[in-house]
């Protein structure tokens, strides 16, 4: 398992997702020296909304840019969020 700072996180998003989708890789993602929260690929988690989702996304061309402008916003918009559950 691979750790990363959330400000590393926020600066090298696209090529820590990419190790995160192309090899499978799990990531603790660090804040204040604190694990704060794990970034996984979806074919790692066992609920049944997560594998009817990678069913459906294997089929279909997935737009990187889009999944990854989505995620940055994601960060953005829930930073204070991340910040308070890793006190």
Same mark, same amino acid.
């Given at each position: 398992?691979?750790?990363?700072?959330?400000?590393? $996180?926020?600066?090298?998003? /696209? #090529?820590?997702?990419?190790?995160?989708?192309? =090899?499978?890789?799990?990531? &603790?993602?660090?804040?204040?020296?604190?694990?704060?929260?794990?970034?996984?690929? $979806?074919?790692?988690?066992? /609920? #049944?909304?997560?594998?009817?989702?990678?069913? =459906?996304?294997?089929?279909? &061309?997935?737009?990187?840019?889009?999944?990854?402008?989505?995620?940055?916003?994601?960060?953005?918009?829930?930073?204070?969020?991340?910040?308070?559950?890793?006190?």
């Amino acid at each position: 398992m691979l750790t990363v700072g959330f400000s590393e $996180l926020r600066a090298n998003l /696209t #090529s820590v997702t990419n190790q995160v989708i192309q =090899e499978g890789e799990e990531i &603790t993602v660090f804040k204040r020296n604190q694990p704060a929260f794990k970034i996984v690929p $979806l074919g790692l988690d066992s /609920t #049944s909304e997560n594998k009817e989702a990678v069913a =459906e996304t294997s089929s279909e &061309t997935i737009d990187q840019e889009k999944i990854l402008g989505a995620a940055t916003s994601f960060i953005d918009r829930y930073e204070s969020v991340f910040e308070r559950l890793s006190q």
